[in-house]
């Protein structure tokens, strides 16, 4: 099994920004984590993030391409990017849309994604474990 894991904008300011929301881990801790777990069982995981929409469309082309299942959280692109769910419904293996807070809880306009109504799973609240709970999915998937 092939999986990547897509961080969209600001997600690489993790642990400096809006800590009281998002908490001190770092992206780079959420990645070691994840590899740690993947490799345990034998799956080859990737990492992108970008803060850039078109970056993060071509690596969903390249993730399509290798048939990779995806979880991405998308930032705040979520609730903006028509382009970035057009990509994401070409993916064989489906994806899960992750979000550290809790979008429904947040302004108004977070509780919209324009991703939701085609991924696999949306998991949204549970902090940084979002990112284990949705590899534990794809990994339960398997066998």
């Known amino acids: 099994m092939k999986l990547v894991v897509i961080n969209g904008p600001n997600l690489n300011r993790l642990g400096k920004r809006q800590p009281e929301i998002y908490g001190h881990t770092t ?11 993947a490799s345990s069982h034998g799956v080859d995981c990737e990492f992108f993030q970008s803060n850039h929409e078109g970056e993060l469309i071509d690596c969903v082309h390249r993730a399509a391409d290798q048939g990779a299942a995806v979880i991405i959280n998308p930032g705040g692109y979520t609730h903006t990017s028509v382009a970035l769910r057009d990509a994401l419904a070409e993916l064989e293996q489906g994806f899960v849309e992750v979000h550290i807070s809790n979008v429904h809880a ?31 999915f794809f990994l339960a998937q398997q066998g």
């Open 27 to 37: 992206l780079a801790d959420i990645e070691s984590a994840l590899a740690q777990l």
């Open 106 to 136: 947040r302004e108004p306009f977070r509780a919209h994604s324009y991703l939701s109504p085609i991924a696999r799973g949306v998991i949204a609240g549970l902090g940084t474990y979002g990112y284990t709970a949705a590899m534990n």
